[in-house]
C-alpha cells in the first residue's frame, strides 16, 4: 500500500518550543513538497525538493523554518520557535519527476500542529 | 495577483445538477493542470489532471483547458451529496515540479 506517511497526526505545543514534523514518502519517489494549510491562506507550498536537494523554500520563513531530506526515506520540517500563528495543517506529499514523465502529487495525512 | 485563482464559494448544488468549478492562473507557460477533491479534516486526492487544451472526461467529471484565456474548469455532472467538498485546482510549472494551489471552492450539494 503505497502512501506517504507524516507523523506525528497531531501536535500541540507551548510557543518558544522546538517542532518536527516528519515525513516518508512513497518510495521510489523522487520529489517530496511539504505544504501548509490554513482557513485564510489555504495551502501554501513552503518548500520542495528532488532527489533530496532543496529547489525551492522561497514560501518558507527562514528565520524559524528548516526543511531538510537527510536520506530518501525522509524527510523532516522544523519550526523552531514556534509561534501561535504557525498553528495550521502541515501537508508533506511526493511525487516521481523525470522530464516528461511523471506523476501528480500524492499527500500524506497531514500533522495538525497548534501552537498555544 | 494570487499565481492560482478560485471563487471560495460556497457553491451550492442541487443533486443531480451540474456543478462547475472555475479556475485562472497567472503563469503563461504552465503546462499541468490538476483538480484536487478535500473532505473536511482530510487530505486532498487528485480526481482529475489535464495537459492540452480542450475537454477531458473521467466519468461523471469532465476537466476543461484554455490555455489562451488561462482557465481550467471542473464540471461534475450528476452531483451527489457525496460531492461536497472542496475542490483545488492546481497548476504546475514548466521546467520542474512546483505545484501550485488555489485556495479551493467549497461545494455543497443539496439532496
Known amino acids: 500500500d503505497a502512501r506517504v506517511t507524516q507523523t506525528p497526526r497531531h501536535k500541540v505545543t507551548e510557543m518558544g518550543q522546538e517542532v518536527t514534523m516528519r515525513c516518508q514518502p512513497i518510495?521510489?519517489?523522487?520529489?517530496v513538497f511539504w505544504y501548509r494549510q490554513t482557513m485564510m491562506q489555504g495551502l501554501e507550498l513552503l518548500a520542495y525538493?528532488?532527489?533530496?536537494?532543496?529547489?525551492?523554500d522561497s514560501g518558507m520563513p527562514k528565520d524559524r523554518f528548516s526543511a531538510e531530506m537527510p536520506d530518501a526515506t525522509l524527510a523532516t520540517l522544523k519550526i523552531q520557535p514556534s509561534e501561535p500563528r504557525d498553528s495550521a495543517v502541515y501537508f508533506c506529499?511526493?511525487?516521481?519527476?523525470?522530464?516528461?514523465?511523471?506523476?501528480?502529487?500524492?499527500f500524506g495525512q497531514g500533522t495538525r500542529l497548534t501552537v498555544v | 495577483q494570487k499565481e492560482v485563482e478560485q471563487n471560495s464559494g460556497p457553491l451550492s448544488v442541487p443533486e443531480g445538477a451540474i456543478a462547475s468549478l472555475n479556475c485562472t492562473y497567472s503563469?503563461?507557460?504552465?503546462?499541468?493542470f490538476f483538480w484536487y477533491r478535500q473532505y473536511s479534516g482530510k487530505s486532498p486526492e487528485l480526481i482529475m489532471s489535464?495537459?492540452?487544451?480542450g475537454d477531458k472526461e473521467d466519468g461523471r467529471f469532465t476537466a476543461q483547458l484554455n490555455k489562451a484565456s488561462q482557465y481550467v474548469s471542473l464540471l461534475i455532472r450528476d452531483s451527489q451529496p457525496s460531492d461536497s467538498a472542496t475542490y483545488l485546482c492546481?497548476?504546475?510549472?514548466?521546467?520542474?515540479?512546483?505545484?501550485?494551489f488555489g485556495a479551493g471552492t467549497r461545494l455543497f450539494v443539496k439532496a
Open positions: 506529499a511526493s511525487g516521481h519527476y523525470l522530464g516528461r514523465m511523471n506523476t501528480e502529487a500524492f
Open positions: 518510495l521510489g519517489h523522487n520529489t
Open positions: 525538493f528532488r532527489n533530496r536537494a532543496p529547489l525551492d
Open positions: 503563469d503563461r507557460v504552465s503546462q499541468s
Open positions: 489535464i495537459y492540452s487544451n
Open positions: 492546481a497548476v504546475r510549472n514548466t521546467g520542474g515540479f512546483k505545484t501550485i
